[in-house]
């Protein structure tokens, strides 16, 4: 019930899992939700982002894992939680405890390492293929345009882009 998705930073990740949760939305009807945990410093915004991705109003007082346990327990319902790296533990049992009390939701999970969660089954990402007409140069140069970099694409910039990605990969 839980996929992560494994690989080193830049190889897909992210955009493979919003592929997978797009084409699983008509069978997860009661609800799919991209959690993304990016900009979170650690585990005591855990609950708050996940409340807050759920459109879930946390009560005072009560646990918060709990209500949202509470509130997934009864939907076919995807999470699809990003970036989980750097709050792995925190998030592997956050995560756990919701499989555990919600037994009809389903997650899949971005990282550079498995979740190491009973039953997961992790997937490695591979990484884009490298050399001056592959698609991980393809991904530099767009990045690249995307930050404003005003790089050429003529032959001397391009093989040193694929060298670059080479030594990256």
Do not use: M
């Not at 918060?64 to 925190?90: F, G, M, S, T």
């Not at 998030?91 to 390492?113: C, H, N, Y």
């Not at 490695?124 to 530099?140: E, H, I, M, Q």
């Amino acid at each position: 019930r839980l996929v992560p998705l494994t690989g080193v930073g830049g190889c897909g990740k992210t955009r493979l899992a919003i592929e997978v949760a797009y084409r699983e939305v008509p069978a997860h009807v009661e609800g799919v939700w991209f959690v993304d945990l990016s900009t979170i410093a650690d585990e005591v915004a855990l609950p708050g982002v996940f409340a807050t991705t759920l459109g879930l109003a946390l009560r005072a007082g009560d646990d918060p894992l709990e209500q949202i346990a509470i509130y997934l327990a009864p939907r076919e319902a995807l999470l699809v939680v990003d970036n989980c790296e750097h709050v792995i533990d925190p998030v592997a049992e956050f995560i756990d405890i919701l499989l555990e009390r919600a037994p009809r939701l389903r997650g899949l999970a971005t990282s550079r390492e498995s979740l190491e969660v009973e039953g997961e089954f992790t997937w490695k990402v591979p990484s884009l293929a490298t050399g001056n007409d592959a698609p991980a140069v393809d991904l530099f140069f767009e990045r690249a345009a995307a930050a404003g970099a005003g790089l050429s694409r003529d032959d001397a910039t391009t093989s040193i882009v694929g060298d670059v990605v080479e030594r990256l990969d």
